[in-house]
């Protein structure tokens, strides 16, 4: 066994000769950036050995500078271990995602919720019991019965009571002195305590992204979120998309199971820093609801998602499952506590988007809304009350900064809002540190600022520092940097980021943002055509995601990223399928809404459109029209 | 470690230093007879030590003779071992319960099975469904529901999956080219197979008894019992009572889980033999039903037992249960498999007993019938359809040869019919091999024939050689043997056992019995005077149990087992549990019927009575009027 050290943490592990930094890195619980899913294309899972320093392979060689193989980097998904090393791991490519979700929904959550409160099956009733004797022999099942059956419970005689519950009754009535609270849902017990426990009545909403987990803790007598934890998918070290989680669950032995725990330890880390922040016991977690993308979905339940991936895009199952919390291994839950999983609409849009369309009251809604959610992939929904459609798009990471030189998440360090002027450039940094790199809404302001003036053109080309126009200040004129063919646009002086080294927009990061937004607007294009209505008929846009709560509307429409409409029809919504699995979690009304909602949207499979390969290619272009 | 080696079955295994040779044994799957539960009080437990010769302990110098111990012999529950050692355990000691049960109900069952036949909510439905493509990109769970709703299968709507099932349907589909056969119990799919295998249905009743396990496996297609096995409780090695048990479970560090991995493993091996034996696959099992006393109903489930022994003896449930195998932890069959529990009646009248009053029909039965389940406890019921009592009597498991000097149960050896007339004395031995020791009806039948020549008189006592009748020949007066205080009574000289030792009937030995029959008697009495009867009014008598198919009617009238009756009136009728969960498992609408008899019953506890003692006290009388 070799051990290894990581710094700055001082993190120690011991693994075994031959081990990758990457899975040392797994072990130790240290999540990185690694958009490839550690198959040495990217470059990204860059890490410096102070001690121990290795022979750098061939990928290595291609993807590091000369200077930095002499300093000690090396790529963490290339580098095997063979000796005691010490490695040190740069925050930049670190997942510490503690920024905590937040939506824009807040006021209509407060207008759901007042309209269907509670609407639950779940009751807590406090028993106070005769205690048994010769005279009085009923069996300590048939005691709580007859209890509940005073205090009018309905449905005594159907009453169900799992083994779990019963191993508990014995000792607890004796402990308890044969004053205990009951916990019912539906015509079952699922939980039973010592005293009066009725004010203790706890739900809890999971969203489960690609790239991040969000946990909603709830409390069920008032209605009231109490407290919010969001995690890193930590699947993530195997790709960035699902499609590479699919490939990871098919070509490793036990993969999905291995998918399937790493979802389920977070879930479960969610629980207990909720339960800790809020200060309660996670027994009185009664009530769960998860959202996800369908491949999320399967993996979470440990079902094949092999025919999800290749055409023609299979799931397993699409309906909402009301399951128990031990159907799912391993979860950190009372066993008999309820699990209610949306249901998925495709094989590319999955219960999230659902919950979405809950959480925005789409599904009410009598105006046409156009419903985008960036997430690692960019799901679509047009329509009304009356009828949507939906497509899924291959947007990519790109606006959660994977594939972008100087691209991350939006945490502390990231530049999330750009201006530029024709003389200077102004940009802010989450949390006013030191520039680390830049997320998805600097980006689209950045790439919208460039386009504004000219520095980019209509075909994504960053023009030469020669075909500027004249009225443009040397300042500016002078970032934008040949290198071999391309140039590069110098946003962040190296004085002003954390490693000293300056920030490039460079002609590939514009690319893959062509790409991305081309995707989204393509998919936009072929509902609006299914539809047969115009751009202007969109009453509302609403943009979610966790990266969708800073997007400068007037940049997304100039990049092309959506239709051209006045901004007041714009909003931006935050997460919105964590509201929606929420509301799905105060009331059992609006679980049972999912199911027809998820059956009222229409799918409409891009890939199978004749019009796809020609719209796409023109919204590959930039608009200029604002 | 210590290796012991076990002859003559030259079974190995490695125990620590310092186990026990009965710790061993029951590591190595031997069991043996321990009746006191390995405390060293019965000295039952009779081992010879080959090699590894140890010093004998104080317990073993009192209940074994200074030869024995000379020779080698030890008790397995006292000896501990330090060394490497070879020890012979005698056939004689050996639970090897290899008689199959069989009932002689067979005509009764037939009706029954006529009446009620395959009234089931199981069915098994083939389906060859369309495959996907892009213009069907049905989830392979709608798809399997359509074909399901094309076949007219009812409540298509509300069909519920299981998440194991889930796992199973995406590759089992490809791997079956979209031909399956889908297994449905009630609105839930509970298995899935390639092809089709729609004539695969079998379901398995168990009847969990104190001393012995015995598990029917039944085609469910045809309606036909079509293999049984019968195993020894490998839990007696804790006592062979149910308070012991209770005792071992309160007592021991996860002693409740220890006894459910035991009678769970047992029920494993059961099952495995049976398929073996029919040569089905174990995955075609759907139907579970399983019945025992209360106790073995609590261990199975992990019901804390605790308050089932001292009063007011409380049982945690007596309802029936409907479960799924999952929820049985261990059970090697489909964790889908439905599990169907009968209700207990009292702490001490158990499901078993449920299941008996169904087989033998005595629910629906207009005369009243008395029926005694002469198990390790002994129960009793009187009544008609019209209602019921039941006692239970803490007869003890004298006749299962428990705690008599050479009492063993009816297995191979054992003497189960004795003659004795004047002169001489005739038995029958099981398989007519060497004899090994006598079982419950040969003790029964001995202590008849031993009270009608007047060698035992009315208090139970053997007498004296002199006080015999003049007319009795020397041949049987010699076989009175004084020893110490008290007489015993020679039933078979050296020559003819097994082990070159005679056979005696201790005074202990009818005290043993005077006790039992007592304890059965007095449950009776007081059941008829709780109704208002007389013995006269009861129509029919129904001897159930292992060892009640045996027993010679008049003897267990002459012992006063019985009331005295016509002989036509009495019937032994074998275990009439196993019969009675063998009718559960075929009829649904019989499962249901068990909740109603158990509620129609009604218990009489015998510790409450104040009657009790002074009947129980002249029960023990011997009853001379035949």
Known sequence: MIKITFLPDKKNIKVNEGATILEALESVGININTPCGGKGICGKCKILINKGITTATLIEEELLSEEEIKEGFRLACQTKIFKDTIIEVALKIRLDFKKVFSSNLEGDIHRIKNNFFLCSNLKKVFLDLEKPSLADQRSDWERIKNGLSLKKIENISNLKVPVEILKKI????????????????????????????????????????????????????????????????????????????????????????????????????????????????????????????????????????????????????????????????????????????????????????????????????????????????????????????????????????????????????????????????????????????????????????LLKLGLINKSGKLIDREECSPELSEEIRKRIIKEQKANKFLLVKEKETENGKPIYLTQKDVREVQLAKAAIYTGIKILLREVNISPEDIQKILLAGAFGNFIDKESAIRIGLIPQLPLGRIKCIGNAAGTGAEVALLSERMREKCQKIAKKVKYIELSSRPDFQEEFTKAMFFNFKV
């Open 170 to 449: 014995p000792d607890l009535l004796r402990k308890s002195d044969f004053k205990i609270t009951v916990t019912l849902q539906n015509n079952e017990i699922i939980d039973i305590e010592s005293g009066n426990t009725t004010k203790n009545s706890y739900g809890i909403a999971f969203d489960i992204g690609t790239t991040t987990v969000a946990g909603y803790l709830v409390d069920l007598v008032i209605g009231e979120e109490i407290s919010v934890v969001a995690k890193t998918n930590p699947q993530i070290i195997h790709g960035d998309d699902v499609i590479s989680r699919i490939g990871f669950a098919q070509q490793h032995k036990k993969g999905l199971e291995k998918l399937q725990k790493e979802i389920v330890n977070t879930l479960n880390e969610i629980i207990k820093e909720n339960t800790q922040k809020a200060k309660i016991n996670r027994s009185n977690i009664y009530e769960v609801v998860i959202v996800g993308n369908t491949c999320m979905h399967h993996l979470l339940l440990g079902l094949n998602p092999s025919y999800i991936a290749p055409s023609p895009y299979i799931p397993v199952i699409k309906e909402s499952l009301n399951l128990k919390a031990k159907d799912i291994p391993r979860l950190a839950l009372e066993p008999t506590a309820n699990v209610f999983i949306l249901p998925n609409i495709s094989a590319f849009v999955g219960a999230d988007i659902v919950a979405g369309i809950l959480g925005i009251c789409m599904w009410k809604n009598e105006k046409i809304s156009l419903f985008i959610d960036l997430g690692t992939n960019g799901e679509v929904v047009l329509g009304s009350k009356k009828k949507m459609w939906t497509c899924s798009t291959a947007a990519g990471p790109a606006f959660e900064g994977a594939r972008i030189s100087s691209g991350m998440r939006a945490v502390e360090g990231a530049i999330d809002k750009v201006k530029i002027d024709n003389k200077s450039i102004d940009y802010r940094v989450i949390k006013d540190v030191k520039v680390r790199g830049i997320c998805g809404s600097g980006l689209i302001n950045l790439i919208a600022e």
